[in-house]
């Protein structure tokens, strides 16, 4: 198999959506809700934070091209895994960081990518990031597709997702899309 998926919570899914479309390799990305308690959630409920989801990106990716270490590594420089529930300005368990794996390979190199960003003190603190099953997927709502694509002049996007392409841009050229 070529293709594989993995899910990641690093804040406002708007965010993380953005830079994975740009990513050589990435076949699909998705915006979408997991881990939470409720089935099928609406935004506005996963926003209340009483359902326990997280804003999440389910991308797929080939492997001949691109291993899931490149995928993490890219997802922890973009976002701060040491704030608990928080990610700037967003604040609340569905901004949490997360890896949420589909077999145990994926577990074991979340573990590994973990450990290894630890032990080369790449950040201040400690890695809050979790490491769970995907459990309770479902796609968010049609409009949060695509978001940043389709709406770059929106304020968040201008202040909070276009800096963070622009660091994606600037320190992973060597895997932007041709």
């Known amino acids: 198999m070529t293709i594989e998926s993995i899910t990641i919570g690093g804040g406002c899914f708007w965010c993380v959506e953005a830079v994975f479309e740009l990513v050589r390799g990435v076949q699909r990305v998705e915006s979408g809700y997991s881990n939470g308690q409720t089935l099928n959630p609406t935004y506005e409920q996963v926003c209340s934070g009483r359902t326990g989801h997280v804003e999440v990106l389910k991308i797929e ?80 709502e049609a409009y949060h597709q695509n978001y940043f694509t389709n709406h770059p002049e929106q304020g968040y996007c201008s202040y909070v997702v276009a800096p963070k392409v622009a660091k994606f841009r600037k320190n992973f050229a060597h895997w932007m899309k041709p």
Do not use: C, M, W
Request: glycine share 4%; no cysteine; proline share 4%.
């Open 61 to 140: 990716f080939d492997t001949r091209v691109i291993q899931l270490k490149d995928i993490l590594n890219i997802f922890f420089a973009l976002h701060d895994p040491t704030t608990l529930n928080q990610q700037g300005n967003d604040v609340g368990t569905q901004y949490r960081s997360g890896i949420y794996f589909e077999s145990a390979l994926q577990e074991s190199t979340a573990r590994a990518v973990i450990k290894d960003l630890t032990e080369q003190k790449i950040f201040d603190q400690p890695i809050v990031t979790e490491v769970e099953p995907l459990l309770n997927y479902s796609s968010a």
